[in-house]
């Protein structure tokens, strides 16, 4: 029996390390003493067969300690998640009906407080109470009964299709056939390592807890935010020698990501979904050796196994563990030939006893053994393989509507009941989309009920007070209908890909460190550019691509980013304070950094009529962080005291404020707008000093000032309404500064020394700037002009080869870029045309 084999293992090595968590360690003695204890008390309070105990504790050698406990006493256990939705937590309490639950003041109490009775086992007069008690194994004369194979020992939940979870019964027969099987094919003992890293919620839990207990190693476990953290399990994988590890392939894939080095020479254990070619390549060159797991929860965590020696055999989930029978069979439940699909049925040892308090889903899913054995059951799985010649089976995929998802099981039916319970939702839908190879994410559409109107949002918020974490959708999507067969079924393979609302790119100047994050994002998630406020996670992070962004922020920045710290703050602008604490500059200094990163020559850009370079930041997102890249911005905003108010003057100041950051030439300069003729200027007065410009970009602007910018007051207001695409009937006349206050919030942290307001400071820098074009005589620039030029707008004249020609003694490139004037600097179509044409001319 499994109880006696644990303990005769125990006596055989009793001053080896058991188990270890966060630097406590106890040997097998102080482990099984601290259990024969516990269980003890545990048949003082009711525990005997099927009797259930409900546990949740943290992670900790506590834990397996108390998992024990419950065993040796002859009942049941039923792990819980502190973390999971108190409403599922209550119907599985309601369901089991636990005698009592046992926990820890490390839980917080409002969580615990479930409606059974509390074993709290570190509050003092508990703690007294069992440590009183007797350490050695009970005999059967202590238990309330002696123990049976068909016993009870544990229940787990797993997603159910109607919207109710279902509890699996496992029997101490189908437990202690899994650790005997695996010991087989491992050949575990003493001095070996096995990581346990699972939640106990979760049934690959099972043997990473118990294996190394079974077989005299030491379990290494992994505190829950270790676990969740690729960088932190790493270190302590080499840290503690690990030998062993279990995970998903999803898991396995973020430690290949962040932590390959740790991986070589690792025996891994994977399972629990699918396993691609890719990560089992990556795998294999790393030099592991990897053997899969394949098993439903049904049959106790594995029935199958496969050491996987090519990426090609990805797919085989291989032959059967000890006393384990495979039926490949077809719609009449009649055998496949080999080679051909069919539905895999398991039956055997591992088999459950059916689903705890479902009569109707035990008989439907838990069919009489082909093998004709006398009470014994099959398990149908859903799943379709196919038999290869040497006998291994290949998975092909599901037969129905569920799903596994990070290792998971999802029942897509329990995610549509979630959302059902909506009032605004008349019908919901649910599937797991691939739009990104690699990147499987779980996204539920709605229509919606009559006069309602869901929020995707709020309906993400719905299901996760009701499901837990793996089981909400990264996105609801709101649709008029559901797409339909022709038969009239739901076409899920014609649901849209969700399309994800973006924020402003250029709200205000971004730091450094928010510029860098959101070209890491981006880069990460496959998107052209990602602003400062828009979360990961909704744009379609998921735990692999976020192992990815660690890697990046790790090589990029220098510092390290714990995922559950990207969970709390998923938006560049969050994430830049959290992790570095850097606070804006003042936005408004003359020479702006944008970006330091980098050692080629600095791209300098010249500011716009609005007097700022902030725009320049979201250019700085699709240059290659080898460019440095500073912003040059208006005098005005420091309020000096002699005016910079002349073009000639401003290029002289700025000149001087370059050559500081870059002493000799040649230099690069750009500039957009009224930052074009900037630019020229700029340029022209460091020839006058005998240095040369490698590059000089001018965007869509003419060296004289044109009639649609030559504004009064009252045009230049009706400009910036223009620039910002409002609809001008929509304000009265005359036009006044408070119209366009709304744009100017980005100045509002800044010290004005109570002369003017944002919008009045705004619109007098253009003033100023308006008259020093007017009054501006262009200089002859000898060298290459880049005149990038856009469609005519209501805002702006197209660039003009000839007007420029008479300023340029060399050559002016032209290039179409066939946008607006305004989407010069903001369409990330537009500015990754831009960064190509600048470094292809710079030899890059």
């Known amino acids: 029996m499994l109880v006696q084999a644990l303990e005769a293992r125990a006596d055989s090595v009793p001053d080896l390390t058991a188990l270890e968590c966060e630097g406590v360690e106890l040997t097998y003695r102080e482990a099984h003493e601290r259990a024969n204890r516990l269980a003890r008390h545990l048949v003082a309070r009711g525990a005997g067969p099927d009797s259930v105990f409900a546990v949740m504790l943290p992670r900790s050698t506590d834990l397996l300690v108390t998992l024990l406990a419950v065993l040796k006493a002859g009942a049941a256990y039923l792990a819980l998640d502190p973390e999971h939705p108190a409403e599922r937590v209550a119907f599985q309490i309601r369901d089991a009906a636990p005698v009592a639950l046992l926990t820890s003041t490390r839980i917080d109490a409002d969580r615990t407080d479930v409606g059974v009775p509390r074993i709290v086992l570190d509050d003092p007069a508990t703690a007294a109470t069992v440590a009183a008690l007797p350490a050695g194994h009970l005999t059967d004369a202590e238990r309330a009964a002696p123990p049976r194979p068909e016993d009870l020992a544990y229940i787990i939940y797993t997603s159910g299709s109607t919207g109710t979870p ?47 207990y079974y077989t005299g190693a030491r379990a290494v476990i992994a505190p829950r935010a270790t676990g969740q953290d690729p960088q932190a399990l790493g270190d302590l994988i080499r840290r503690r020698e690990i030998g062993t590890a279990q995970a998903t392939p999803t898991h396995w894939h973020m430690l290949a990501t962040v932590s390959p080095a740790v991986l070589r020479g690792l025996r891994i254990l994977i399972g629990g979904e699918a396993l691609s070619e890719k990560l089992a390549a990556t795998l294999l060159d790393l030099g592991a050796e990897v053997i899969q797991w394949y098993g439903p929860t049904e049959t106790t965590v594995w029935s199958t196994v496969h050491p996987v020696t090519r990426p090609e055999d990805a797919a085989v989930i291989g032959t059967p563990l000890r006393d384990t029978r495979l039926y490949v069979l077809d719609e009449e439940r009649a055998p496949v030939p080999p080679g051909a699909e069919g539905e895999l049925f398991i039956a055997g040892a591992g088999v459950a006893r059916g689903y705890l308090n479902r009569p109707e889903l035990t008989a439907e899913r838990f069919l009489p053994d082909r093998s004709g054995a006398d009470g014994a059951l099959m398990y149908r799985t859903g799943d379709v393989v196919r038999r290869r010649a040497d006998g291994a ?52 559409y709605v229509t919606a009920a009559p006069g309602r109107t869901p929020d995707g949002g709020q309906l993400r918020d719905l299901v996760a007070d009701t499901l837990p974490p793996y089981m909400v959708p ?9 797409p339909r067969t022709p038969n009239g079924k739901l076409d899920r393979k014609a649901l849209p890909a969700p399309v994800v609302t973006r924020t402003a790119m250029v709200e205000t100047h971004l730091t450094q460190s928010e510029l860098l994050l959101g070209r890491l994002f981006a880069e990460v998630l496959g998107e052209e550019q990602v602003g400062p406020r828009d979360s ?37 602008a969050e994430l830049s304070r959290r992790l570095t604490g850097e606070e804006p500059q003042d936005s408004f200094d003359v020479l702006l950094p944008l970006m330091t990163k980098g050692s080629a020559r600095p791209l300098f850009c010249m500011r ?94 003419n060296p004289h000032i044109t009639e649609k910018e030559d504004r009064d007051e009252q045009g230049l207001i009706e400009l910036i309404l223009l620039i910002n695409g409002k ?33 009045e400071t705004f619109v007098r820098t253009m003033l100023t700037d308006l008259g020093a074009w007017k009054a501006h005589t262009p200089e002859k620039y000898s060298g290459t002009m880049h005149l990038f030029a856009a469609e005519p707008s209501p805002v702006a004249d197209a660039a003009s080869s000839e007007a420029w020609a008479p300023y340029v003694a060399g050559e002016i490139a032209r290039h179409e ?28």
């Open 727 to 759: 609809d001008l009937t929509a304000y009265e006349r005359p036009l006044r500064y408070d119209d366009i206050a709304e744009f100017a919030d980005m100045a509002t942290n800044y010290a004005w020394h109570g002369r003017r307001s944002a919008a």
């Open 536 to 572: 990961f996670f909704d744009l379609g992070g998921s735990s692999v691509l976020a192992a990815r962004l660690l890697a990046r922020v790790r090589s990029e920045m220098g510092l390290e980013l714990p995922i559950r710290t990207l969970v709390e703050f998923p938006t560049p």
């Open 608 to 701: 716009h009529l609005g007097g700022t370079a902030w725009c320049y930041g979201v250019l700085a997102q699709h240059f290659s962080l080898d460019y440095p890249i500073y912003g040059l911005q208006s005098h005005t905003f420091q309020e000096l005291d002699t005016p910079v108010d002349t073009i000639a003057a401003m290029a002289a100041d700025y000149a001087d404020r370059i050559s500081a950051v870059q002493p000799e030439g040649p230099y690069r300069i750009l500039g957009w707008s009224f930052g074009g003729v900037l630019a020229h200027a700029v340029a022209a007065e460091f020839q006058k000093r005998g240095a040369e410009i490698e590059f000089l970009g001018v965007f869509n602007t």
């Open 166 to 212: 279902k509890g699996v019964e496992i029997p101490v027969r189908a437990l202690h056939n899994l650790l005997e099987a695996m010991r087989e094919r491992l050949s575990m003992g003493p001095g070996d390592r096995m990581l346990s890293v699972t939640t106990a919620t979760f049934d690959m839990s099972v043997p990473e807890l118990f294996l190394p």
């Open 817 to 844: 870029l066939g946008c607006g004037h305004e989407e010069m600097l903001s369409s990330p179509r537009v500015l990754r045309r831009v960064a190509e044409i600048v470094t292809a001319q710079l030899g890059h």
């Open 393 to 444: 089976l290949e998975y092909l995929g599901r037969a129905d509507h569920q799903v596994k998802l990070h290792g998971f099981r999802v029942e897509l039916g329990e995610v549509e009941a979630a959302l059902e319970r909506s009032d605004d939702v008349a019908q919901a839908a649910a599937t797991v989309r691939e739009d990104r190879p690699g990147d499987r994410r779980l996204v539920a």
């Open 474 to 482: 990264t996105a609801v999507v709101a649709l008029a209908e559901f």
